[in-house]
């Protein structure tokens, strides 16, 4: 008689038991779940991020390479000025009065249309070194400010260019980490899933623990994560 009651009570622990983990199972597989269609969530919303920033940066590359060119032909022309003006100079010294007048007269006319403002600005800082220095000769197409009239726009949108592509990179980098994090959950609903369905404890009780681990796990390096909004 005794041992039939005994036997009933641990039946009835064991029902309950089970009935416990059947709900806890259900709460963390509903907990999985929601953790699974957020981090899938956030994921697209880098990816998304990430293609934008990879355009922008090619995009801005593009105008860059634009920019140097544009700044670099601007460079030759104004090199071929620069040697035109050189050697007008030196007829302007001849002693022909008229070749020296029509020397003077080209002279101008070719400053006045042909050089800007950036580069008169670069010959008057080289004839007042020139001046200074005779011993040293300082050539305008090396004006620090002159070049940096010419090249500074590209360094800028190079730069922005750069800084969008690393941006790219970190979206990636969050995209493929909530990519992982999305797996290892999926894992863990897997675990649940099983342990659902089996009767015995030990086995259950294991895997039970498995998946729970592993979603917390999951869990927590997707919180690191910074989030995202639309």
């Known amino acids: 008689m005794s041992t039939v009651k005994n036997s009933s009570v641990a039946a009835a622990r064991m029902r309950m038991i089970l009935g416990n983990n059947e ?3 259900a709460i963390l597989m509903g907990l999985v779940s929601i953790g699974i ?3 899938s969530f956030q994921a697209s919303l880098y990816d998304s991020q990430m293609a934008g920033a990879y355009s922008q940066g090619n995009n801005l590359s593009t105008e860059a390479e634009s920019l140097y060119l544009e ?4 460079f030759a022309q ?3 000025v620069w040697n035109q003006l050189t050697g007008l100079t030196v007829e302007m010294e001849s002693t022909d009065k008229a070749a020296a007048a ?9 400053r006045f249309q042909a050089v800007s403002d950036e580069f008169a600005a670069a010959i008057k800082w080289s004839d007042e070194k020139n001046a200074a220095d005779p011993a040293f000769y300082y050539s305008p ?4 400010d002159y070049q940096n009239f010419l090249f500074s726009p590209y360094d800028k949108t190079k730069q922005e260019s750069k800084a969008a592509m690393i941006k790219g990179d970190q979206y990636n980098s969050y995209g493929d980490r909530l990519t ?3 797996v290892l959950m999926s894992i863990s609903l897997f675990l649940l ?17 498995t998946g729970a681990v592993t979603f917390f796990v999951a869990a927590v390096l997707t919180a690191t994560i910074p989030v995202l909004t639309l």
Do not use: C, F, M, P
């Open 102 to 110: 029509s020397a003077h007269h080209k002279y101008e006319v070719l």
């Open 71 to 74: 700044g670099n032909q601007q």
């Open 23 to 25: 709900l806890l199972v």
């Open 193 to 209: 899933g099983i342990s659902a369905v089996l009767r015995q404890r030990r086995v259950q009780l294991v895997l039970l623990g």
């Open 180 to 182: 992982l994090n999305t």
């Open 78 to 80: 104004d090199t071929q």
């Open 141 to 144: 197409l090396d004006n620090e």
């Open 37 to 39: 269609a957020y981090a």
